[in-house]
């Protein structure tokens, strides 16, 4: 049974352009949640997806917006890239059927530069 | 929003050792995780426990709910144990998860 994976593991980014990050949720989970980790901090909500709408959204700019696809997939867009977005991003899926809680992938580390 | 506070901030044990690591939150929620993550970046599920007592293996954790606190004990403690372990909570079961600022374990040898 596979996990939430995640895709790329590590990029490198400029400062200005647009990032997109990849997230396949656990077999049976139809919500997805993306959080930012900086380096030393707990994990930060992004947003949440389900039935392919934002159905909650942390204190985050606009510069960030997602997608969720037919298949539960979901992407992260990241536009005009700032020196301060480097950190770990983490998906996280969860069944809204089922309960029992989030299982995380194991993110992608982004650095602008 | 609701804020979750998580003792001690760091810890140093010697392998074998035990240790319990403490998580106070300050509202009602029906969501509470503990995550260890691992030197690589990976937050692994350790139990999901709202309320009541769960064990695994040599880890076990206990929420009393009404008195919003969780507690995570870690017996005969491995090197393989050592990495950051967080409290995370919600108010509803599929509400965003706010995570404490975690517990930093050292496991020496």
């Known amino acids: 049974d596979a996990g939430v994976t995640q895709s790329p593991t590590h990029l490198i980014k400029t400062r200005g352009q647009q990032v997109t990050l990849r997230c396949s949720p656990k077999s049976g989970h139809d919500t997805v949640s993306w959080y930012q980790q900086a380096l030393g901090q707990g994990p930060q909500f992004i947003f949440q997806y389900y039935e392919e709408e934002e159905r909650q959204r942390g204190n985050f700019p606009d510069r960030f917006s997602g997608h969720q696809f037919p298949n539960y997939s979901s992407e992260l867009n990241v536009n005009a890239l700032l020196l301060g977005d480097s950190a770990l991003y983490l998906c996280?899926?969860?069944?809204?059927?089922?309960?029992?809680?989030?299982?995380f992938g194991s993110g992608t580390r982004l650095t602008v530069v | 929003g609701i804020q979750v506070e998580q003792s001690p901030p760091d810890l140093i044990l010697q392998e074998g050792a035990n240790s319990t690591l403490r998580c106070n939150f300050s509202d009602s929620v029906n969501n509470l995780q503990w995550f260890h993550q691992n030197p690589w970046g990976q937050l692994i599920n350790l139990f999901y426990?709202?309320?009541g007592t769960k064990q695994n293996g040599r880890l076990s954790a206990t929420t009393v709910a009404t008195e919003r606190y969780s507690l995570l004990y870690i017996s005969s403690s491995q090197t393989t144990d050592s990495g950051v372990y967080f409290c995370?909570?919600?108010?509803?079961?599929?509400?965003?998860?706010?995570f404490g600022k975690g517990t930093k374990l050292s496991v020496k040898p």
């Open positions: 995370a909570v919600a108010r509803g079961s599929q509400g965003n998860l706010i």
């Open positions: 426990i709202p309320s």
């Open positions: 996280a899926s969860s069944s809204r059927q089922v309960g029992y809680g989030y299982t």
